[in-house]
């Protein structure tokens, strides 16, 4: 594998469920981000972990939850989604956090019933 | 907090011919302003970045100028071909941190 993969490519899940999306680096980075990309809407960031570390929660809801357990790996668990949800979540990568350039997965395309 | 806003939304152009996408951002402390390509089924891929101490930067086909006084930036493509159909993704970071801030997209058709 390389680059950035994300797991599993669609997801489709009931209000009540819970999922995870998972998403791998293979490139020796230190900073991993999460985005939602809604129809004809502006990517929107939710969270930026460097180093493992939680460096920004773009006020997103609690029913996300994101999780990086090492520089490689970031998960993002989903509990009591809305359908206005549904969109293509997008992982991202990056060496460091000053001007570099983020490498992004081919995204989990989520649709909530 | 920044504000990016992108036009067109969607553009159509002949295979040949040189296409524009234009961006406006909000927040003068931005400094710097990649540009990212979207095609089909993929994630965004990066494909030309400018800082603000530079007003151009070309790549082959592909140039992008700043003008920092009226806090605009631009995506020029030249002889156009089509694979170059694709959203194209502008974004502003303030500071020293790699926190975009991306315009709505436009989609970009090379009609051959």
């Known amino acids: 594998e390389t680059g950035v993969t994300q797991t599993p490519r669609h997801l489709v899940m009931g209000m009540t469920n819970k999922k995870s999306l998972k998403c791998e680096q293979h490139l020796g980075h230190n900073a991993m981000y999460w985005y939602k990309q809604s129809a004809k809407k502006p990517l929107e960031l939710m969270f930026v972990y460097n180093f493992k570390e939680q460096t920004e929660n773009n006020s997103v809801p609690s029913r996300f939850s994101p999780e990086c357990p090492n520089s490689s790996h970031l998960f993002l668990h989903l509990h009591t989604l809305q359908p206005e949800d549904s969109a293509l979540y997008l992982c991202a990568s990056s060496q460091g956090l000053v001007w570099d350039e983020q490498f992004f997965g081919p995204g989990t395309r989520l649709t909530v019933l | 907090g920044e504000n990016v806003e992108q036009h067109p939304s969607t553009l159509s152009v002949q295979e040949g011919d040189s296409a524009v996408i234009k961006c406006t951002y909000s927040?003068?402390?931005?400094?710097?302003f990649p540009w990212y390509k979207q095609e089909l089924g993929k994630g965004p891929q990066l494909i030309i970045d400018i800082r603000s101490n530079v007003g151009e930067k070309k790549d082959q086909r592909i140039a992008v100028t700043l003008n920092k006084t009226a806090k605009h930036f631009s995506l020029h493509i030249t002889e156009t071909q089509p694979e170059d159909s694709a959203v194209y993704f502008c974004?502003?970071?303030?500071?020293?941190?790699?926190?975009?801030?991306f315009g709505s997209g436009t989609k970009l058709n090379v009609k051959p």
């Open positions: 927040d003068s402390a931005s400094n710097y």
């Open positions: 974004a502003a970071s303030i500071g020293n941190f790699n926190k975009f801030y």
